[in-house]
């Protein structure tokens, strides 16, 4: 199975090689995958749907090293930044009534990773989790704008979306990788991962059933919808991958590994503005690199 030249780049990376821009650069040009996600979405800027798709793309770009130096991503991160920006962070709706807790820590997140050197942006995104993220049922939510609390069934009513919290935790995960430790940010995910693993990283703490069908499916990269991968991934990064309460969760993503020792992409949203690492229920060079890597299997594809 031939490997993408985007996915051969990051596993030089992840295995602590230095690699030249130039030859990085080079690299890109040359991977099937980057040509696709490097066309622009066919959405208007001036709608809200313009605006997620141009997000939805940028937070694939970031799975990929060294694509915050093309000036095309440059380019797409301005225009996303001119609609999203907000006093206290990022709404996609770019205004206080607009904020939503996943897309705000998503938003966040493609900054810190595309252009970490707006620091303030990214504090500013930072503080607003730190501020405003519940994390348990019962907690009181002090943001003064609406769509948090009525949008998309709401993501800080009486219990706050599972969505959310995974995000901003992978967040101020990525920040303190970033930047070193913080005291606040190390506070807030230490309560947040364990929130996540009181669920099992996927249950409803009620019955014990999947939150929803597809935080058991394997999809990569993430959308505002998370799964396996991603939590125990994330639980990989910060060193918490050996608590017992991952065990199930690490019992579902090893029983998907096929036959041929890989594992398949299962599910897939936003099509009209996504584009597939993995072709669909076909064995998936992209997910299999990222399961191996939280299994402990040779990442070699």
């Known amino acids: 199975?031939?490997?993408?030249?985007?996915?051969?780049?990051?596993?030089?990376?992840?295995?602590?090689?230095?690699?030249?821009?130039?030859?990085?650069?080079?690299?890109?040009?040359?991977?099937?995958?980057?040509?696709?996600?490097?066309?622009?979405?066919?959405?208007?800027l001036d709608l809200f749907?313009?605006?997620?798709?141009?997000?939805?793309?940028?937070?694939?770009?970031?799975?990929?090293?060294?694509?915050?130096?093309?000036?095309?991503?440059?380019?797409?991160?301005?225009?996303?930044?001119?609609?999203?920006?907000?006093?206290?962070?990022?709404?996609?709706?770019?205004?206080?009534?607009?904020?939503?807790?996943?897309?705000?820590?998503?938003?966040?997140?493609?900054?810190?990773?595309?252009?970490?050197?707006?620091?303030?942006?990214?504090n500013q995104g930072v503080q607003w989790i730190l501020d405003y993220q519940n994390l348990e049922r019962g907690e009181t939510c002090t943001w003064p704008g609406?769509?948090?609390?009525?949008?998309?069934g709401g993501c800080m009513k009486t219990t706050p979306c599972y969505y959310g919290i995974v995000k901003a935790m992978v967040t101020l995960a990525a920040y303190q990788a970033q930047y070193g430790a913080d005291a606040a940010v190390q506070a807030k995910l230490v309560r947040g991962l364990e929130a996540m693993l009181l669920r099992g990283l996927y249950r409803r703490r009620g019955?014990?059933?999947?939150?929803?069908?597809?935080?058991?499916?394997?999809?990569?990269?993430?959308?505002?919808?998370?799964?396996l991968l991603e939590q125990l991934d994330l639980m990989r990064r910060v060193g918490c991958i050996e608590d017992?309460?991952?065990?199930?969760?690490?019992?579902?993503?090893?029983?998907?590994?096929?036959?041929?020792?890989?594992?398949?992409?299962?599910?897939?949203?936003m099509k009209s503005a996504w584009v597939e690492f993995d072709p669909l229920k076909q064995p998936g060079p992209w997910i299999s690199y990222i399961a191996r890597g939280i299994t402990g299997e040779d990442s070699r594809l």
């Open 1 to 44: 199975m031939e490997t993408d030249a985007a996915l051969e780049l990051r596993m030089r990376i992840d295995r602590g090689e230095t690699v030249a821009q130039e030859e990085a650069l080079a690299r890109l040009m040359a991977s099937p995958l980057m040509a696709r996600l490097l066309t622009p979405p066919k959405a208007r």
């Open 49 to 122: 749907t313009g605006v997620r798709a141009l997000e939805w793309r940028l937070l694939e770009l970031c799975e990929i090293p060294f694509a915050e130096s093309l000036p095309q991503v440059q380019a797409w991160l301005d225009l996303l930044l001119e609609k999203t920006v907000i006093p206290q962070g990022f709404s996609l709706e770019g205004s206080v009534d607009g904020v939503v807790a996943c897309h705000s820590a998503l938003l966040t997140r493609i900054v810190l990773r595309l252009r970490p050197q707006a620091r303030e942006l990214i």
């Open 146 to 152: 609406t769509d948090l609390y009525t949008r998309w």
């Open 207 to 227: 019955t014990g059933e999947p939150l929803e069908p597809s935080i058991v499916q394997n999809f990569y990269p993430y959308t505002y919808k998370t799964n």
């Open 244 to 269: 017992p309460r991952c065990a199930d969760a690490l019992a579902l993503l090893g029983a998907k590994q096929g036959r041929d020792g890989m594992w398949r992409a299962e599910v897939s949203f």
